[in-house]
């Protein structure tokens, strides 16, 4: 991570016999809405007939061979900070039953549209020892390679993560996703919750996002810097929810 996007090129897979030309014509010009934003051009892309819409971006870009990130590397000491909330992965597959409120899916996709350009560039301006996006493998997920990775133990605190609006409440009404069972699968080996929750409330941590925020390991002298800085930058939602620690045996993971 830490790198600069040059180029893009689309990938789209479009029914053409079940959708309008104008809703590809929306999915390419919205595309193009974010690469420009992220600071890329739309430099061509391929199209094919599909029986589901899907759309995806091969990116090409550069970036300095001693100013890149890894997501291991993660210090005993070091604070944790979230940048994004979590939860859109059991709010998408509520809203398929109109479970959720307009309002909370609404946010949501605020939340997934912002880019993680603007945590990137106030991160450039410290020192940071780990990233990893937080996407498809959830917080527990992610949070166990980057542990396993630093030889180290992430200790997490339940309250602190920040949350989507509605997102517990959608899984303590029962609903779930399809890959919740399979991420705790692969860590729960690994991973002790300390603190006692029902286990639709542990479900979070397990909850795959789309386009999550940056997950830091961040020296205590310049994470309350870091964090300020992220709120300054309209990133309001990033929150220190946890630190980094020996490791012990082989719990990676410690939820509190």
């Known amino acids: 991570m830490g790198g600069q996007p040059l180029t893009?090129?689309?990938?789209?897979?479009?029914p053409s016999k079940k959708l309008k030309p104008e809703v590809l014509n929306q999915i390419v010009a919205g595309a193009v809405t974010k690469i420009t934003e992220a600071g890329a051009v739309l430099a061509g892309g391929h199209t094919t007939d599909d029986e589901e819409p899907k759309f995806g971006l091969a990116v090409t870009g550069v970036v300095h061979p001693k100013?890149?990130?890894?997501n291991k590397g993660a210090i005993a000491g070091?604070?944790?900070i979230l940048t994004k909330p979590i939860g859109s992965g059991v709010i998408f597959n509520a809203n398929l039953k109109n479970w959720v409120t307009g309002e909370a899916l609404d946010e949501c996709l605020s939340i997934i549209i912002t880019l993680n350009k603007t945590a990137a560039e106030v991160m450039r301006e410290y020192e940071i020892h780990a990233v990893t996006d937080i996407t498809g493998f959830g917080l527990a997920g992610h949070g166990?390679?980057?542990a396993k990775g630093s030889k180290a133990r992430l200790e997490i605190k339940m309250d602190d993560i920040p949350l989507m609006r509605e997102a517990l409440e959608m899984y303590e009404r029962g609903m779930n996703t399809g890959v919740n069972s399979s991420i705790r699968q692969l860590v729960e080996k690994n991973l002790v919750f300390e603190k006692s929750l029902p286990r639709w409330h542990q479900e979070i941590i397990f909850d795959p996002q789309t386009s999550g925020g940056l997950m830091a390991a961040i020296p205590p002298g310049q994470s309350q810097m870091v964090l300020k800085s992220l709120h300054a930058r309209?990133?309001?939602?990033?929150?220190i929810i946890g630190s980094v620690k020996p490791l012990q045996n082989s719990t990676y993971l410690v939820f509190k």
């Open 8 to 14: 893009c090129l689309n990938l789209a897979g479009f």
């Open 67 to 70: 100013k890149f990130w890894t």
């Open 78 to 80: 070091d604070d944790l």
């Open 144 to 146: 166990f390679e980057m």
């Open 234 to 239: 309209g990133l309001t939602e990033s929150r």
